[in-house]
Every structure is written in structure tokens, then in C-alpha cells.
């Protein structure tokens, strides 16, 4: 009987300072788990990481944008010592000379089998697998990354680039390694779009995600990691076992196979908490000194937030608006003189940007690096969008306003529902999904949009390209894209509004009249 470990993390986010909700955590944690299972292991192990490694914390940011260098992060990867690296959707924000010079510096072989050239069609970040021989036992590893990227990213972050069907290419290389090698894992930055034990949908069948699909028509694979989702999975689904360990390095996942005469006899998996696992000191030096002095950059006091927080709970504040939303939606409005903006409650984090506000607050209430894009759209198109924001709300048995379960399992996505300035909506909870839209107002003239009358509306760059399955967003409706992301604005606003700027946004934050029967 022979034995071999596959240890696995992904979207962790660049939590190298501190992870979410939990000051006293971060990767340091994890790499102290990677670490010691490694190291306690009877057995061979091999480790991959699925991507998503570059962005997502404060500290991501501050290396993107204040210090413009992200070999901190090849320099953690490295020193983790990965047998291979998967390239994730994130890796993608930032454009693509921030992107391959991180991955430039990647030791491990990066694997990506559907990212091709868009000319020759051929794999052009990495190789399509690798197949890595533990003591006569030969495992061949297939990455895949999620084909979806082309729906949230600026096409010039992926220009000369293709995103083939990432189902499709699994199948045609499982189909080749079969026979070559006696483990077929699928590293696959991507999710499940089916419940894995009553194989119900659980999203709208977009082809973002392709995990249960995998499963279920790809016999050859015999081990499926995943990521993208920030789920916790760990479970056997046919003859296959798969694993998905969550967010921000919360667990290190693990898949153990028994083999017997090279033939696989048994699986099992298990989460590894890594706060369980004291911080890995020795990595702290070679994440440094870039973490030393991102933390004192985000500490940093940018200025005086004066917005009301008249409601603390998240549901309350996207039901009915808040002054932080309408301060967003002011500053895409003067970025880009459109007629409307619409913006996102991204987290609870909102209640914070009040008082003295320093840079780890505002890169906690918007995360994100988003460019500010103004939209040309007919009127039309405003009543689907906003018919399709509405989709977030459903109401109970009672009569009650609540979010649509489908928004919160099997992964919370609250960041695809948008609040709106300068568009009254008179919504009715009580009608079909589809018709609910009472009326929209244009709050200059307080008259009905008119369908067939061309508007302009401002959204972050994720939304304009169709990010959050906005179908009517599409990249050819974008007049303009600004120079400037929205947290840097939201920086000058702190420098430079007077009183008289915050009183106006604190007195006008509620775009939507809803009503709940007919």
C-alpha cells in the first residue's frame, strides 16, 4: 500500500496583515499549517495553490497601487514551497503587466490548460498539466481557471487572451492523461453550480461555475479542488473526492489516497482550521518589508468622514439607502457627469467610514479597485436592470421583506445588488419576478423614464462589462472609463468635502418607494 497527500489552498486574497473579522489571523497562519502538515506527513505530499492570490485585502492594494509592486507575493509563494500554481480570475484586476510580473516570479509551474492565445489557440499562461511522480506513483494535475473572466474584466487586462470552455478542456485533457498516469486531480479555480447531493441548481446555470458538471461527466478525475466560491467542501461524489477551503486561507484542505498496486483503494479529505496553528514567524521575514510598511500605511488618517449612519444593519441600509452609498454614487456622478449611478453596499464594514477614516477603514468598506465607467443606455434597459436588482428581494409567508435565499447560499452575493441616485424607483415586492417595477422617476424632472430615450448611467467596471450577470450591461454600451478608481475619489473626498458637501448627501439618500401588496 502506498500513500499520497494532496494539500490544497485558494483565494487567499493576499490576507498576509490581517484576515476579515479576525485581527489576530492572517496567512501567516496558514502558511504555519501548510507548513506543519507537510512536515508531519508519513507520507508524499503535494501542494498547489488555485489563485486568487494577488488581491482582495487592504495590504493587496497597497502593493497594486501605492507601492506598484507585487513581488511580495512570489516571494510568500515560493518560500511555501508549491508544487503548482493555478492562476485565478483576480489575478486579472490589475492589468497584465502587475499580473505576469508576480507570476514571473513564481517558482512552482503555473498550469492553466484554457487560457490560450487568441491567435494560436494554444495555452499561453503555463502549461495545460503537469504530471508529478511520487515514488513510482505518477499524478497528473490539469488546472483550469473559470472562463467567466471575459464577464467582469477590461478587455485590455486580458488583450490577445481567450478563456475556452473550462469544461470542455478539462474533459479533452482528463481524456489524454488517463492512460499516462494512475491520478487524475483537476485543479480548477471554479465552483459548483449544483447542490453536490440533490444536484439542484443553485445559480441561474451561467457556466461560471462547472465543478458539479465535472464531476458528474468526467469519470477520469479522480481528485477535484476548487476555490472561487470561498465555500467550505469536503465530501466524495461518485468515485471522485473534491474539496473547496474557503476564504482568506481559512483552512489548508487535504486529500489523502491509499493505492494498491497504483490502483486508488481509498480517499478521504479534511478542512484544516489554520487558527488552530500559531503565526509562521520565519515567513514574516520574507514578506517583509512590504507588511511592515503597509501596516503603517494603513493606519494613516485620511480625513473626516460627517455621514449619518442612520441605520447599522446591512439589510436595513440596502432596503432603504445610506448616506455612504449616496457619497459613492455622488462621486461616480461627478467623475462622469452621467445622468444616474448606481452602486453596490459591498459589506457591513459601512458603519465605520464615519469620524477620522484611515486608509485600512476605506480599503474595508470598498475592497475592491474598480475604475468608474459612465454607461449609455436606453430607457428600456434601466427597466430590465432594475427589474434584475429587484430579483435580490423576495417576501416571506408573512408578507415580510427579505433577500432572496438564492443571493445568500450556496454563496453570499449581496456586492449584485445595487442602490441608485438620481433614479427614483416605485418597486412592488408583491408582483412577479419581472414586473415589479412600478415606475422610475428621473429625479431632475420628476417624470417617467421613457423607454425609448437614451440615458446615461455611472457603475463601477466590474458592473459595465456585465459583472454579477447583468445581461443588459454589455462592453459595447461604455462611453468611458475613468483614469481614476473609486477609492482613490473616495480619498479626495475626505480632503476636500466641507460641511455643507456631507449635510447635502446626509439628506439625500432614499431613492426607492416600495410597496409590498397589490
Same mark, same amino acid.
Given at each position: 500500500?502506498?500513500?499520497?497527500?494532496?494539500?490544497?489552498?485558494?483565494?487567499?486574497?493576499?490576507?498576509?496583515?490581517?484576515?476579515?473579522?479576525?485581527?489576530?489571523?492572517?496567512?501567516?497562519?496558514?502558511?504555519?499549517?501548510?507548513?506543519?502538515?507537510?512536515?508531519?506527513?508519513?507520507?508524499?505530499?503535494?501542494?498547489?495553490?488555485? %489563485?486568487?492570490?494577488?488581491?482582495?485585502?487592504?495590504?493587496?492594494?497597497?502593493?497594486?497601487?501605492?507601492?506598484?509592486?507585487?513581488?511580495?507575493?512570489?516571494?510568500?509563494?515560493?518560500?511555501?514551497? =508549491?508544487?503548482?500554481?493555478?492562476?485565478?480570475?483576480?489575478?486579472?484586476?490589475?492589468?497584465?503587466?502587475?499580473?505576469?510580473?508576480?507570476?514571473?516570479? @513564481?517558482?512552482?509551474?503555473?498550469?492553466?490548460?484554457?487560457?490560450?492565445?487568441?491567435?494560436?489557440?494554444?495555452?499561453?499562461?503555463?502549461?495545460?498539466?503537469?504530471?508529478?511522480?511520487?515514488?513510482?506513483?505518477? $499524478?497528473?494535475? @490539469?488546472?483550469?481557471?473559470?472562463?467567466?473572466?471575459?464577464?467582469?474584466?477590461?478587455?485590455?487586462?486580458?488583450?490577445?487572451?481567450?478563456?475556452?470552455?473550462?469544461?470542455?478542456?478539462?474533459?479533452?485533457?482528463?481524456?489524454?492523461?488517463?492512460?499516462?498516469?494512475?491520478?487524475?486531480?483537476?485543479?480548477?479555480?471554479?465552483?459548483?453550480?449544483?447542490?453536490?447531493?440533490?444536484?439542484?441548481?443553485?445559480?441561474?446555470?451561467?457556466?461560471?461555475?462547472?465543478?458539479?458538471?465535472?464531476?458528474?461527466?468526467?469519470?477520469?478525475?479522480? $481528485?477535484?479542488?476548487?476555490?472561487?466560491?470561498?465555500?467550505?467542501?469536503?465530501?466524495?461524489?461518485?468515485?471522485?473526492?473534491?474539496?473547496?477551503?474557503?476564504?482568506?486561507?481559512?483552512?489548508?484542505?487535504?486529500?489523502?489516497?491509499?493505492?494498491?498496486?497504483?490502483?486508488?483503494?481509498?480517499?478521504?479529505?479534511?478542512?484544516?482550521?489554520?487558527?488552530?496553528?500559531?503565526?509562521?514567524?520565519?515567513?514574516?521575514?520574507?514578506?517583509?518589508?512590504?507588511?511592515?510598511?503597509?501596516?503603517?500605511?494603513?493606519?494613516?488618517?485620511?480625513?473626516?468622514?460627517?455621514?449619518?449612519?442612520?441605520?447599522?444593519?446591512?439589510?436595513?441600509?440596502?432596503?432603504? %439607502?445610506?448616506?455612504?452609498?449616496? !457619497?459613492?454614487?455622488? !462621486?461616480?456622478?461627478?467623475?462622469?457627469?452621467?445622468?444616474?449611478?448606481?452602486?453596490?453596499?459591498?459589506?457591513?464594514?459601512?458603519?465605520?467610514?464615519?469620524?477620522?477614516?484611515?486608509?485600512?477603514?476605506?480599503?474595508?468598506?470598498?475592497?475592491?479597485?474598480?475604475?468608474?465607467?459612465?454607461?449609455?443606455?436606453?430607457?428600456?434597459?434601466?427597466?430590465?436592470?432594475?427589474?434584475?436588482?429587484?430579483?435580490?428581494?423576495?417576501?416571506?409567508?408573512?408578507?415580510?421583506?427579505?433577500?432572496?435565499?438564492?443571493?445568500?447560499?450556496?454563496?453570499?452575493?449581496?456586492?449584485? =445588488?445595487?442602490?441608485?441616485?438620481?433614479?427614483?424607483?416605485?418597486?412592488?415586492?408583491?408582483?412577479?419576478?419581472?414586473?415589479?417595477?412600478?415606475?422610475?422617476?428621473?429625479?431632475?424632472?420628476?417624470?417617467?423614464?421613457?423607454?425609448?430615450?437614451?440615458?446615461?448611467?455611472?457603475?463601477?467596471?466590474?458592473?459595465?462589462?456585465?459583472?454579477?450577470?447583468?445581461?443588459?450591461?454589455?462592453?459595447?454600451?461604455?462611453?468611458?472609463?475613468?483614469? @481614476?478608481?473609486?477609492?482613490?475619489?473616495?480619498?479626495?473626498?475626505?480632503?476636500?468635502?466641507?460641511?455643507?458637501?456631507?449635510?447635502?448627501?446626509?439628506?439625500?439618500?432614499?431613492?426607492?418607494?416600495? !410597496?409590498?401588496?397589490?
Amino acid at each position: 500500500m502506498q500513500k499520497i497527500t494532496i494539500l490544497m489552498t485558494s483565494d487567499t486574497h493576499g490576507y498576509w496583515i490581517d484576515v476579515p473579522n479576525q485581527p489576530d489571523q492572517s496567512l501567516l497562519n496558514t502558511a504555519a499549517t501548510l507548513k506543519r502538515l507537510k512536515q508531519e506527513s508519513t507520507h508524499p505530499t503535494i501542494s498547489i495553490d488555485l %489563485g486568487d492570490f494577488i488581491q482582495g485585502s487592504a495590504f493587496a492594494t497597497y502593493c497594486s497601487q501605492i507601492a506598484e509592486n507585487g513581488s511580495v507575493f512570489a516571494r510568500a509563494m515560493n518560500d511555501l514551497a =508549491y508544487d503548482a500554481q493555478i492562476i485565478g480570475n483576480h489575478e486579472f484586476n490589475f492589468g497584465p503587466e502587475y499580473r505576469e510580473s508576480i507570476l514571473n516570479q @513564481i517558482m512552482a509551474p503555473i498550469i492553466c490548460s484554457n487560457i490560450v492565445d487568441a491567435q494560436t489557440g494554444q495555452p499561453v499562461l503555463g502549461q495545460p498539466y503537469k504530471v508529478i511522480e511520487v515514488e513510482g506513483i505518477k $499524478v497528473g494535475i @490539469i488546472g483550469t481557471t473559470t472562463h467567466y473572466i471575459p464577464n467582469w474584466e477590461l478587455p485590455k487586462h486580458y488583450e490577445g487572451l481567450a478563456f475556452k470552455d473550462a469544461f470542455e478542456t478539462t474533459k479533452f485533457y482528463a481524456e489524454q492523461l488517463r492512460s499516462q498516469v494512475d491520478v487524475v486531480v483537476v485543479a480548477y479555480h471554479g465552483g459548483y453550480e449544483r447542490d453536490l447531493d440533490t444536484g439542484e441548481a443553485l445559480e441561474d446555470l451561467t457556466g461560471e461555475n462547472q465543478g458539479a458538471r465535472m464531476l458528474q461527466e468526467i469519470p477520469e478525475i479522480d $481528485v477535484l479542488l476548487t476555490g472561487h466560491q470561498h465555500r467550505l467542501i469536503n465530501q466524495q461524489v461518485n468515485n471522485a473526492w473534491t474539496v473547496q477551503p474557503g476564504y482568506a486561507g481559512e483552512c489548508v484542505a487535504s486529500i489523502t489516497l491509499t493505492l494498491d498496486n497504483k490502483e486508488i483503494v481509498h480517499m478521504t479529505g479534511e478542512l484544516h482550521d489554520t487558527s488552530l496553528d500559531a503565526a509562521d514567524t520565519a515567513i514574516k521575514d520574507v514578506v517583509n518589508p512590504e507588511r511592515t510598511i503597509g501596516e503603517q500605511w494603513l493606519k494613516q488618517v485620511l480625513g473626516t468622514a460627517k455621514l449619518d449612519v442612520p441605520v447599522a444593519d446591512a439589510f436595513e441600509a440596502r432596503l432603504t %439607502g445610506t448616506p455612504f452609498v449616496e !457619497l459613492l454614487n455622488q !462621486l461616480q456622478l461627478k467623475e462622469t457627469g452621467a445622468d444616474f449611478s448606481a452602486v453596490t453596499l459591498i459589506n457591513e464594514s459601512f458603519v465605520k467610514f464615519k469620524g477620522p477614516v484611515t486608509n485600512e477603514i476605506l480599503l474595508e468598506v470598498y475592497p475592491y479597485y474598480n475604475r468608474i465607467a459612465k454607461v449609455q443606455l436606453s430607457g428600456q434597459d434601466l427597466y430590465e436592470i432594475v427589474e434584475f436588482n429587484l430579483e435580490y428581494w423576495t417576501l416571506n409567508e408573512k408578507g415580510e421583506v427579505q433577500v432572496n435565499p438564492d443571493y445568500i447560499d450556496p454563496k453570499p452575493r449581496h456586492y449584485n =445588488y445595487d442602490l441608485f441616485t438620481g433614479l427614483t424607483t416605485i418597486a412592488n415586492l408583491s408582483k412577479p419576478l419581472g414586473q415589479r417595477v412600478e415606475q422610475l422617476l428621473d429625479e431632475r424632472t420628476q417624470l417617467p423614464i421613457e423607454r425609448d430615450q437614451t440615458y446615461t448611467i455611472a457603475v463601477s467596471q466590474y458592473r459595465a462589462v456585465g459583472g454579477g450577470d447583468y445581461k443588459t450591461y454589455t462592453p459595447d454600451k461604455i462611453v468611458s472609463i475613468s483614469e @481614476i478608481d473609486i477609492a482613490t475619489r473616495l480619498r479626495e473626498a475626505l480632503a476636500d468635502f466641507t460641511s455643507k458637501n456631507w449635510a447635502a448627501i446626509n439628506a439625500n439618500y432614499r431613492h426607492v418607494e416600495w !410597496l409590498t401588496h397589490s
